[in-house]
């Protein structure tokens, strides 16, 4: 596939440096696991690894509560666990950002993901959340950007979802 | 499972003279009630829905606020529902937080089910094994005046289960908006609201 590793996870982790975000909330995720190490690595963002998504929605209201900026990392799959956590988020507007790595479209060889991956978008916007889609690099810093603006600016959950077609498909046989 | 201590009496033992640098994380229900009728602050951050989600609020605000003691104190039920984020606050082990589960072996808020604990399943158990250094089972009031005592010098990750009789005092209820509990909190922290 791809020669050189890409280098939106590292224009994501900048975005995420300049809005100060402090607290990084994680299920591990392989298309995330380029900007997991970057937040692993830098000691002034606390890496935050989770059993559950819905975790990484209440430590989100957690950390603003307290004065802090925070994401959630997660994966397509992940988003049907944060459904009734994300109540908290609209009820308090609570300011949340997430970036979601798709699963169940472009190449999928798991069927499995087709069923979550193929209802973020819906799901996400009936739970208020204002939802952006990066399928080109180039779209990933400029969305992220936005969300930032519109998460802390106007207190409320914006998502970006990072394409299977940006991320590339899951090797199977190595 | 069911214990012999009044809850509400235990919510204030837990809240007599609890310093402004205490923030404290109800879970939804009855914890909620006991806290209100303790007396409200600002600091107190009551929930009325996201069921499972207090200990992790609780470690957002632990992690935010490293200078301040955090106790979320919340019910059987509600811990169980998320019981793997004592998995992930083991990993982190903040040393400013306090998770304190009233268990009282059922779901008051629906009718007296029994939870896990009457079937014995034991959180204590789960806590320590979550790597909560100290893990304390509160069963009479001279643990509970213990518990109080190690809550006003929290200096590390603290899990207590607090025996609570399942009865189910007359409720207590406190500011519902969301957005009112969440900007007074802030407030009372110096942030912009």
């Known amino acids: 596939m791809n020669a050189l590793p890409p280098d939106w996870p590292d224009r994501l982790f900048d975005t995420l440096k300049r809005a100060d975000i402090r607290q990084v909330g994680y299920v591990p995720d392989a ?21 559950t998504e819905e975790e990484g929605v209440a430590l989100a209201a957690g950390a603003w509560l307290g004065g802090e900026r925070a994401a959630l990392l997660m994966q397509s799959s992940g988003v049907g666990n944060c459904i009734n956590m994300l109540s908290l988020m609209r009820s308090c507007r609570f300011p949340m950002l997430t970036f979601i790595t798709m699963r169940g479209e472009w190449e999928e060889f798991n069927p499995w993901q087709v069923p979550m991956g193929s209802i973020v978008e819906p799901v996400m916007k009936l739970c208020d959340a204002e939802v952006y889609r990066a399928t080109k690099p180039e779209d990933v810093p400029r969305l992220a950007e936005r969300a930032v603006q519109q998460a802390f600016g106007e207190e409320r959950v914006v998502a970006v979802l990072l394409s299977q077609e940006l991320i590339g498909k899951k090797v199977w046989v190595k | 499972m069911t214990g012999t201590l009044e809850r509400r009496a235990a919510m204030a033992t837990l809240m007599q003279n609890r310093g402004d640098d205490l923030l404290v994380v109800p879970g939804l229900g009855s914890t909620t009630y006991d806290l209100a009728a303790a007396g409200d602050n600002d600091r107190n951050f009551y929930l009325w829905g996201a069921m499972g989600g207090a200990a992790m609020i609780g470690l957002g605000v632990a992690l935010a606020q490293p200078k301040k003691r955090v106790a979320v104190i919340t019910g059987d039920g509600e811990m169980l529902m998320g019981m793997g984020a004592l998995a992930t606050i083991g990993i982190q082990q903040p040393p400013n937080l306090a998770v304190i589960v009233f268990d009282n072996g059922v779901y008051g808020e629906t009718g007296g089910q029994p939870s896990h604990t009457s079937g014995g399943v034991d959180m204590v158990a789960v806590a320590r094994g979550c790597g909560f250094a100290t893990c304390v089972e509160v069963i009479d009031e001279a643990a509970l005046a213990d518990l109080a005592s190690r809550l006003k010098s929290l200096d590390g990750l603290l899990f207590a289960r607090v025996a609570i009789q399942a009865d189910e005092p007359p409720r207590v209820l406190p500011e519902k908006e969301g957005a009112v509990l969440k900007s007074r909190f802030r407030a009372a922290l110096g942030l912009t609201p």
């Open chain 1, 31 to 51: 298309g995330h696991s380029r900007l997991i190490a970057r937040c692993r690595d830098d000691a002034a963002i606390r890496d935050v690894a989770l059993t």
